[in-house]
Every structure is written in C-alpha cells, then in structure tokens.
C-alpha cells in the first residue's frame, strides 16, 4: 500500500488546462440492461487515455454516488479533449453511438458533463 503523504499540496500550471467533469445517472434503477452497458462503456475509454497519455489527458478521479458515478479528468486542452471525443479511431465515438441508437432519450439513465477552462 501507498504510503500516506501528510499535508496540504497544489499544482502549479504555467498554461491553461481543461477540467472535464462526466457522470452517468440511473434514474430507473431495475433498468439493469440499460444502465449496466452504458455504465461499461467508460473502462475501455478510461484504458486507452491512460495507456496513450499523448492524447492529452492528464489525470483523473472515479466518484461513486448512490445514483451513478461521476470523473473529474484533467486534459491538456479543450482540443485533445474534442479530438478524443471525435476520433473514429478511439473508443468514444462508438460508445457514444451505441448509447443513442441503445438507449436514446428513454429516461433510464442519462450521461452528463461540464467542461471548464482553466
């Protein structure tokens, strides 16, 4: 186990980075065959941006709550992030176009995300 590194601690940036907050929300909880696959979707995504950390995340972290989860990520830039999000070649943009062709607009779980500038 990690050892525990007491105290109070910030980051410096010199330029500007991305705060990428997402989340999954299950608003039909025995819904399983709905919320389950979508909830999987993010591993592989997760995967492939920390094994190629030239596509321009920097970090991230995994928030549990009692209706979905929630990733605070950290991107070099707005670009990166849009790139990843776009690119045929990564495995958003399939993810993304099964949820809506799977899931749509039915109600039983909804995807969020905000996106700040820093």
């Known amino acids: 186990m990690a050892k525990v590194i007491p105290g109070r601690f910030t980051a410096q940036a010199d330029e500007a980075f991305v705060v990428f907050i997402i989340g999954i929300r299950v608003n039909k909880f025995f819904a399983f065959r709905r919320w389950i696959p979508a909830a999987m979707e993010m591993g592989p995504m997760l995967r492939t941006l920390f094994k190629h950390p030239e596509k321009g995340m920097l970090g991230a972290q995994t928030f549990f709550y009692w209706r979905g989860i929630a990733l605070v990520q950290y991107w070099r830039s707005f670009d990166d992030l849009e790139k990843f999000a776009r690119d045929k ?12 062709k799977n899931i749509g ?7 969020w995300h905000e996106t700040f500038l820093v």
């Open 89 to 100: 070649g990564d495995p958003h943009l399939e993810a993304w176009r099964r949820f809506n």
């Open 105 to 111: 607009s039915d109600g039983s779980v909804g995807i």
